[in-house]
């Protein structure tokens, strides 16, 4: 695939290679560690929509962005492991940190409770069910608005959490179970972990000639 200058875009014909590459491993259902099915459902509908497939390339759904999440849920991070996480919890400046009492699985299955019911609420459907239109409505919503979705966790708090996940599990090396062969970095027109490629940052013109590859080995 071609990465040219700055930025790749993937060719009608490119794009039609990778999805026909990636079929039948997601006709293979990946089992989740962590989330429950309506939890999934959930997140799959809110990703696609953060990150849509449009004709620069593939979306969060066939980058395998949900099962980066939720693979995440049972790391340290996802536990809160490596945090301070004992009281008190109080509002403070941000340059104190992260000072919620919730690790970030916690956030989303608090946030995505919540979320639903509030898509209920206004919309007679979970997130889910809703159209496109209407789940752009409530993204935007909880980016936003005051909305609160449990206890003590904002919407928008529960909404960075997600973006900031989406984006990481679309572009992340793929050993981490997101980017499904390279698919971002080729938007991108990222070269991956090439040793070689600090011989072509300053060169802002010529086409880089060689690929994406992965920590693993794998090349796009």
């Not at 993937?10 to 039609?16: Q, S, V």
């Not at 079929?23 to 990150?51: H, K, N």
């Not at 759904?61 to 536990?79: H, N, S």
């Given at each position: 695939m071609a990465l040219a200058g700055t930025?790749?875009?993937?060719?009608?014909?490119?794009?039609?290679?990778?999805?026909?590459?990636?079929?039948?491993?997601?006709?293979?259902?990946?089992?989740?560690?962590?989330?429950?099915?309506?939890?999934?459902?959930?997140?799959?509908?809110a990703t696609e929509q953060l990150f849509p497939e449009d004709a620069t390339g593939p979306g969060a759904k066939a980058l395998g962005v949900v099962g980066f999440i939720d693979r995440q849920m049972e790391t340290p991070y996802g536990r809160?492991?490596?945090?301070?996480?004992?009281?008190?919890?109080?509002?403070?400046?941000?340059?104190?940190?992260?000072?919620?009492?919730?690790?970030?699985?916690?956030?989303?299955?608090?946030?995505?409770?919540?979320?639903?019911?509030?898509?209920?609420?206004?919309?007679?459907?979970?997130?889910?069910?809703?159209?496109?239109?209407?789940?752009?409505?409530?993204?935007?919503?909880?980016?936003?608005?005051?909305?609160?979705?449990?206890?003590?966790?904002?919407?928008?708090?529960?909404?960075?959490?997600?973006?900031?996940?989406?984006l990481e599990g679309a572009f992340s090396d793929p050993i981490h179970g997101g980017n499904r062969h390279l698919g971002g970095w080729v938007m991108l027109g990222f070269p991956g972990a090439r040793a070689d490629f600090m011989d072509w940052v300053d060169q802002y013109g010529p086409a880089y000639p060689l690929g994406s590859v992965s920590i693993s080995g794998e090349t796009a």
């Amino acid at each position: 695939m071609a990465l040219a200058g700055t930025a790749a875009f993937w060719t009608a014909d490119e794009f039609a290679d990778w999805r026909r590459a990636i079929a039948a491993e997601a006709d293979q259902a990946y089992t989740p560690r962590y989330f429950t099915p309506d939890e999934w459902r959930f997140l799959e509908a809110a990703t696609e929509q953060l990150f849509p497939e449009d004709a620069t390339g593939p979306g969060a759904k066939a980058l395998g962005v949900v099962g980066f999440i939720d693979r995440q849920m049972e790391t340290p991070y996802g536990r809160g492991s490596l945090w301070f996480m004992s009281e008190p919890f109080q509002q403070g400046p941000a340059n104190l940190g992260y000072q919620l009492p919730y690790a970030p699985r916690e956030i989303y299955r608090i946030g995505i409770a919540g979320a639903d019911r509030y898509c209920r609420d206004h919309h007679g459907h979970v997130f889910a069910d809703l159209d496109h239109p209407s789940q752009i409505e409530m993204l935007s919503a909880f980016e936003k608005l005051p909305i609160m979705l449990g206890d003590t966790l904002t919407a928008g708090i529960f909404f960075e959490q997600l973006r900031t996940n989406t984006l990481e599990g679309a572009f992340s090396d793929p050993i981490h179970g997101g980017n499904r062969h390279l698919g971002g970095w080729v938007m991108l027109g990222f070269p991956g972990a090439r040793a070689d490629f600090m011989d072509w940052v300053d060169q802002y013109g010529p086409a880089y000639p060689l690929g994406s590859v992965s920590i693993s080995g794998e090349t796009a």
